[in-house]
């Protein structure tokens, strides 16, 4: 059963940056897809950044391209997002999700973690 527990959410001011972490457990990264999901109040669901953790392209939404950055520790089944130069547009619960890279470029993969909230003022 796959697991996956995000951290590194908080409130910062435009124009900081923070790292979300994603760690994956009951799977081992390298053969999944995983995706960077959020979603703001009153607003759908975005699919921000997603990579073939067995080392393929990775993905950014454009509103994010060029300030956020995926990268993965294998040895620790963990994935992040480091996110630069944020704006208060950014704001948003942000969730990791692992499946196919089918599903998680169709923004519906099957294995969600909870999330992680950031705020940007």
């Known amino acids: 059963h796959v697991q996956l527990v995000e951290s590194g959410g908080g409130s910062i001011q435009a124009g900081g940056s923070l790292r979300l972490a994603c760690a994956v457990s009951g799977d081992t990264i390298g053969t999944r897809c995983v995706g960077w999901f959020r979603q703001a109040p009153g607003k759908g669901r975005e699919g921000v950044a997603s990579?073939?953790?067995?080392?393929?392209?990775?993905y950014y939404a454009d509103s994010v391209k060029g300030r956020f950055t995926f990268s993965q520790d294998n040895a620790k089944n963990t994935l992040y997002l480091q996110m630069n130069s944020l704006k208060p547009e950014d704001t948003a619960r942000y969730v990791c999700?692992?499946?196919?890279?089918?599903?998680?470029?169709?923004?519906?993969?099957?294995?969600w973690g909870q999330g992680t909230q950031v705020t940007v003022s």
């Open positions: 990579v073939y953790t067995g080392a393929g392209p990775t």
């Open positions: 999700a692992a499946d196919s890279c089918a599903e998680v470029q169709a923004g519906a993969p099957k294995h």
